[in-house]
């Protein structure tokens, strides 16, 4: 009799957080399947249709469209956020896990304030950082190149922050010893040791930084000008700045909102294996 109430209770809170959790997968996918039916309908029936509903599919023409119009601009976008988002989260996913071992591994003056300094950087939007970056850059000489958008995405504090957890938490000291008693040098030692213990933990630091470069509008606004330079955040909000006057054009940026959305998907699903292990690791630590 005792353990009646208890049942009833658990089953009362497995269903209630069930409910939870589906009014939650509505909630967040509710915008992608509009983005996915509004890709397939023609500009016409964007305004005289239900936004839920299908109803003519024009994905293909809309998919022609958008990459044939202004001289396939849109092609370049896409290879413009694949370099910044690729190359961007694979250099500073190797720099925070260089910073990330240091902190975790050697024992020097400063290594708690360093970290703590580190610490406060996760702290500080981004946005806050990009007038001093373009007064930087600017006596530099880069803005309106690569660069300009290269260099400040592979800084992540709170990538280092998370390889300082996971070095810790997945690379005995006990194994260092042994390759530097072999003769192995510190570079050597985290390439074949640390590197390659920490790789499925490192995978859901590359995901965190590639979503944010992948997703970054405010910097490439601030830092270009040039077109052909652009990623497709910035290239869609251009097109819709232009909607009013040219109204073919929204069809043209609901489409492209969901073709830059896939490769995130895509990227997610392949690494989702690796991502799963990162956090594990992370949570135990």
């Known amino acids: 009799m005792s353990n009646q109430p208890l049942i009833r209770e658990s089953r009362v809170s497995r269903t209630a957080v069930t409910a939870l959790m589906f009014l939650l997968a509505i909630y967040f996918l509710l915008p992608i399947?509009?983005?996915?039916?509004?890709?397939?309908?023609?500009?016409?029936?964007?305004?005289?249709?239900?936004?839920?509903?299908?109803?003519?599919?024009?994905?293909?023409?809309?998919?022609?469209?958008?990459?044939?119009?202004?001289?396939?601009?849109?092609?370049?976008?896409?290879?413009?956020?694949?370099?910044?988002?690729?190359?961007?989260?694979?250099?500073?996913?190797?720099?925070?896990?260089?910073?990330?071992?240091?902190?975790?591994?050697?024992?020097?003056?400063?290594?708690?304030?360093?970290?703590?300094?580190?610490?406060?950087?996760?702290?500080?939007?981004?946005?806050?950082?990009?007038?001093?970056?373009?007064?930087?850059?600017?006596?530099?000489?880069?803005?309106?190149?690569?660069?300009?958008?290269?260099?400040?995405?592979?800084?992540?504090?709170?990538?280092?922050?998370?390889?300082?957890?996971?070095?810790s938490a997945a690379v005995p000291q006990e194994l260092l010893e042994s390759a530097r008693l072999d003769g192995a040098g510190e570079f050597r030692t985290f390439f074949s040791v640390a590197f390659r213990l920490m790789t499925p933990s490192l995978v859901t630091i590359f995901l965190f930084q590639f979503v944010a470069i992948w997703n970054n509008f405010f910097l490439p606004m601030v830092m270009l000008q040039k077109e052909s330079l652009f990623p497709i955040t910035l290239g869609l909000y251009e097109w819709n700045g232009q909607t009013a006057r040219a109204p073919l054009l929204q069809e043209s940026v609901i489409t492209g909102s969901l073709v830059s959305i896939v490769p995130v998907i895509i990227l997610f699903i392949l690494l989702q294996r690796f991502w799963r292990t990162g956090l594990a690791a992370g949570s135990l630590k």
């Open 33 to 167: 399947y509009f983005l996915i039916v509004a890709a397939t309908k023609p500009q016409g029936d964007l305004a005289s249709t239900n936004g839920l509903a299908f109803s003519h599919f024009n994905l293909i023409d809309n998919l022609s469209t958008l990459f044939s119009r202004s001289d396939g601009i849109f092609g370049r976008w896409a290879l413009n956020s694949v370099i910044y988002a690729v190359l961007g989260a694979a250099v500073g996913t190797l720099i925070s896990a260089l910073c990330g071992y240091a902190l975790a591994k050697f024992t020097f003056r400063g290594r708690e304030f360093l970290f703590s300094v580190i610490l406060g950087g996760v702290l500080v939007p981004t946005t806050a950082l990009a007038l001093p970056l373009f007064l930087l850059f600017s006596a530099t000489g880069i803005v309106n190149t690569y660069l300009a958008v290269f260099l400040p995405s592979i800084v992540s504090p709170f990538g280092v922050y998370l390889a300082r957890i996971f070095a």
